[in-house]
């Protein structure tokens, strides 16, 4: 994926929310036909009968007719693959689509390969039924079959062309790394380096809380609350920036230095659950306290350090160098004599071994143990089975 920034006028604007307006009413569409199956009905269509509706629906239906075929087309052909991954188990069911939160469509063939370099820092792609979009030149644009428009929930508007990036080779030294991911310092090396991923500073929190206060008070659907929403979706949107740019920076160089690294298997989606609510044995109908806002708390920390995204853009960026190893132990087992006792860790931050008295900071005596650790086998070896004629995709990892 090779991302730019897109910069619309008012006008074009416009025109490319009409055409997100089409590809998300198609989806749901889709959606709506594929989740009202029912046993006595036939077969539900597939997306050769789905493009055939459309046709009708264009027929019929002036407004839809207005629009970009390709768009939504191609917003029916995302559903079937969405369809499809779902019933191959890598994807969760495909959900509705929601105005402001997933505006975006999808550009194919020939009509992808249509933009014009500017001068040496703007550009502009033609997209059909809106024009020539202007968007900057931060990279060079790649070869691609397609390209996707979305608009955050920021406003700002975005062309990716679709591409996958060649792996980073490997520098050829033989060197390993282990990497201990945590909630005070986000990443551990073995070397030695703590890394922290970028949150939003002081001031930026207070504002954020204050927003939000203002939000609560707001009347549902006034002018006041979706301005604060907007300045909301602004902050969210730029402690997101910050975490993804530390994640591609930190994932980048640890593929660009060493030949190995070794990472904890941890399932953050499991770990960054909420926690059961514990039955009263007592009374019936009540619950017992289960420590849910400090679990709130410790998955806020969890989601805030990007562990997820780090370790999915090393496998892309390091392909095959990659190895998960074992969590169990490694924060409380001395990395010099191997002695594991809770005792050992004297502090969140202090490790102090009992039988040989090694001393240091308990994430890089715990990233030195999954240096050395065993690897544990991928789940999923053998790749999943994709059409010669398809774009190409990310492997995906469950
Ligand atoms: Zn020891």
Redo the contacts with the bound molecule.
Sequence with gaps: MSRFRLYPTPAQQAALLGQCLHARYVWNLALEQWSMWTRDKGPTPGFPGQCRHLTEARAAFGWLRAGSQTVQQQALRDFDQAVKNFYAGTHQRPTWRKAGRHEGFRIVGGQASRWVKLNRKWAKVNVPKVGWVRFRLSQAVPEAKSYRITCDRAGRWHVAFAVVPPPIPAPGTGEVVGVDRGVTVSAALSTGELLTCPRLSGREQARLKHLQRCLARCRPGSNRRGRVKAAIAKLYARVTDRRKDWGEKTSTDLARRFDLIRVEDLRVKQLARRPKPKADPQRPGAYLPNRRRQKAGLNRGILANGWGLLVARLEHKAAGRVEKVKPAYTSQT?S??G?CASENRESQAVFR?V??G?HANADVNAAVNIAAGRAVSARRETPVRVSSKREPQLATSA
């Design positions: 001395c010099v004599c002695h071994c039988a040989c090694h």
